[in-house]
C-alpha cells in the first residue's frame, strides 16, 4: 500500500483555469504538508496542516488554498492558474513527536507535475 | 533570515567517498535531517542528527557540529544509483522544517 498518494500525476492546463490535486496519507500521521519544487529544484513549504492548526505560509498567493476534509487528506485547490504555477507540487505527511525527541521525518507523495499553458 | 547553505553540485566518481556539507543560521534548532531525491521522484529520508556527533547507516554517514551550526552526509563505496539530490533541513522552533537548496551528487564511472 502506497504510504502517501497524490492524483493526479501530471496535470496540464490553460492559464486562468482552477485546478485541485488530491492527497491521502495512510499512515496515520497527525500534520500534512504541500511543497512546491521548481525547475531549479529548490523545495518551498506553501501550507501546513494539522489537526489543531493551518499555518499558512505568506509568501503563497492566496489564489492557493488546501483544503481537508478529514486528517488523512489534504487538498490544494488553485485558482486562476498562472504560468509561474508550473512546477512539481509534493504533498507529505509527518507524526507530531514528543519535544526533544521528535525526528518528525516526513514522507513524501510521488508528486504532481503542473504544467500551465 | 534562516538559511541553509550546501554546495550545488558535486561530482565524484564510483567507488570513491564524497562529503556533502551543511551550513545553518536558524531560530531555533532541533535537528539536521538528510533527504535524497533521485531525478523525477520524491524525496525520501535518509537520517536525522538531533546530536553532535555521527550516525552510521550502512554506507551513509551524517555527522552534526551544534557548536559550529554545521553537518554533512557521507557517502562511502559510491554507486551509480547513489546519482541524486541530496537536501539539508533543520527543524527550528516553531517545528518548521527549514530546507536548503538541494546539492546534485553526480557520480562518474
Known amino acids: 500500500d502506497t504510504a502517501v498518494s497524490q492524483t493526479p500525476k501530471y496535470l496540464v492546463t490553460q492559464m486562468g483555469n482552477d485546478k485541485s490535486i488530491k492527497c491521502e496519507q495512510n499512515?496515520?500521521?497527525?500534520?500534512m504538508y504541500w511543497y512546491k519544487q521548481d525547475s531549479k529544484k529548490f523545495l518551498k513549504i506553501m501550507f501546513s496542516?494539522?489537526?489543531?492548526?493551518?499555518?499558512i505560509n505568506e509568501t503563497v498567493p492566496n489564489r492557493f488554498s488546501p483544503k481537508s476534509p478529514d486528517k488523512a487528506h489534504l487538498n490544494l485547490h488553485i485558482n486562476s492558474l498562472e504560468l509561474g504555477d508550473s512546477a512539481v507540487y509534493f504533498c507529505?505527511?509527518?507524526?507530531?513527536?514528543?519535544?526533544?525527541?521528535?525526528?518528525?521525518?516526513?514522507?513524501f507523495g510521488p508528486g504532481t507535475r503542473l504544467t500551465v499553458l | 533570515g534562516q538559511s541553509l547553505e550546501q554546495p550545488s553540485e558535486v561530482t565524484a566518481v564510483e567507488g570513491a567517498i564524497v562529503q556533502i556539507n551543511c551550513t545553518y543560521q536558524?531560530?531555533?534548532?532541533?535537528?539536521l535531517s538528510w533527504y535524497q531525491q533521485h531525478d523525477g521522484g520524491a524525496p525520501t529520508f535518509l537520517s536525522y542528527?538531533?546530536l553532535d556527533g555521527l550516525e552510521e547507516t550502512g554506507r551513509f554517514s551524517s555527522f552534526l557540529s551544534r557548536s559550529d551550526s554545521y553537518g554533512y552526509l557521507l557517502l562511502q563505496e559510491l554507486q551509480m544509483k547513489d546519482s541524486a539530490s541530496y537536501f539539508c533541513?533543520?527543524?527550528?522552533?516553531?517545528?518548521?522544517?527549514?530546507w536548503g537548496a538541494g546539492t546534485k551528487l553526480i557520480i562518474k564511472p
Open positions: 496542516y494539522n489537526n489543531k492548526e493551518l499555518i
Open positions: 533541513a533543520v527543524m527550528d522552533s516553531n517545528y518548521q522544517l527549514i
Open positions: 499512515l496515520g500521521h497527525d500534520t
Open positions: 542528527n538531533a
Open positions: 536558524t531560530s531555533g534548532f532541533y535537528g
Open positions: 507529505a505527511s509527518s507524526q507530531d513527536g514528543l519535544a526533544g525527541g521528535r525526528t518528525d521525518t516526513q514522507y
